[in-house]
């Protein structure tokens, strides 16, 4: 009993030592999880993959085992020593196999909705991510993943869905269903508004692409125009909010749904509570969390981020590391929603994101 109340003193100096470098909340649990990620393997990436921690709290951590003898660095990987091992004997190690290796953990079937193998052709030639626009497409399975869950809670057949910012092609997935009565693309980024209106037309599917800088208001006529959007917002929390109200605003009122990708890897899950405060005074519900549901391609750019740069080790990144979290929203009541002009252009960056 000593040894382990001795270890929760560990943690908790740990935790508050990360605290006071990095200025984001840390808590003793979040360090167990990371030493649970650091014995299950040595590669930093996977290590956030797998302790789902805002980047900066990870390395910090790692910094501070290594300066009290927990682990070491040994060609660009993380070596637990057997000083950690005794004093954390209690803490498991990561035990990937709980997670159905058919659904990913998701609890859908991207077979089922029979759009699969177009889709996986289509995108083959998509253009590539780019850092300018914040840009990392999820992989196929996880678009069709979406539109799949989308399809069974009832979000497509004779809906009007606006997708705000797509690079994960989510329009051509809806599309290819020929189910929803309207889809209606904005994004910043010509090279992919001029990809999908090429799809949609060589395939005659109803679906529009407009280039649009979604930080600037919204044409007024989308106001209560969609029963449903999709979006991956930037986690930065005034970002955050001008995106989801926003979305919001496109929608028709009570009743209608939207769809949004969140991290807990930019995000802490005190800054998550924020978002979700975010969510709830604007009049909405969350139905559901489905925690790893988007799996994210390695990006090109990732070496020329600040994540790379404040990593303690330059473990390859060869392997997907970088998920997010699928997030249902329903209105319940009148929505609070404004269509706003977002005049910081960095919308980006807070003490929590590292990977833009």
Excluded at 8 to 33: F, G, M, W, Y
Excluded at 90 to 106: A, D, H, V
């Amino acid at each position: 009993m000593e040894n382990h109340k001795d270890s929760q003193k560990e943690l908790e100096q740990i935790a508050k030592n990360t605290e006071k470098k990095t200025k984001i909340k840390v808590s003793p649990k979040d360090v167990e999880d990371i030493i649970s990620a650091v014995k299950t393997t040595g590669n930093f990436w996977q290590i956030v993959n797998f302790s789902q921690k805002p980047i900066p709290v990870i390395a910090e951590t790692i910094r501070l085992l290594k300066k009290y003898g927990y682990i070491d660095f040994e060609n660009e990987n993380i070596k637990v020593l057997e000083k950690l091992e005794k004093k954390f004997d209690y803490i498991p190690k990561f035990i990937n196999e709980l997670i159905c290796p058919e659904c990913q953990g998701r609890g859908i079937n991207i077979k089922a909705i029979g759009i699969y193998e177009e889709f996986f052709e289509i995108q083959k030639n998509r253009p590539k991510p780019i850092q300018q626009y914040d840009q990392g497409n999820i992989t196929p399975d996880s678009t069709i993943a979406r539109v799949s869950m989308m399809r069974l809670r009832g979000d497509i057949a004779k809906k009007r869905i606006i997708v705000l910012g797509d690079d994960d092609l989510v329009g051509i997935a809806l599309a290819l269903t020929k189910l929803p009565e309207e889809i209606l693309v904005l994004d910043i980024d010509k090279r992919l508004i001029d990809f999908t209106n090429e799809v949609a037309q060589s395939r005659g599917l109803k679906l529009k692409a407009e280039v649009f800088d979604l930080r600037n208001p919204l044409p007024k006529e989308f106001n209560r125009n969609f029963d449903v959007f999709v979006t991956d917002p930037p986690e930065a929390k005034k970002a955050f909010q001008t995106f989801l109200q926003k979305s919001i605003w496109c929608l028709k009122g009570v009743g209608s749904v939207g769809y949004i990708g969140m991290t807990l890897i930019d995000s802490s899950l005190h800054k998550w509570s924020e978002l979700q405060k975010i969510i709830l005074n604007s009049g909405a519900v969350i139905t559901d969390i489905i925690r790893d549901f988007n799996k994210y391609e390695n990006w090109d750019y990732h070496q020329n981020t600040l994540a790379w740069k404040i990593a303690p080790v330059k473990s390859p990144a060869n392997t997907i590391w970088y998920v997010s979290a699928m997030v249902r929203i329903q209105i319940v009541r009148k929505p609070v929603a404004k269509n706003t002009l977002m005049k910081n252009k960095d919308i980006y960056i807070d003490t929590e994101s590292t990977t833009t």
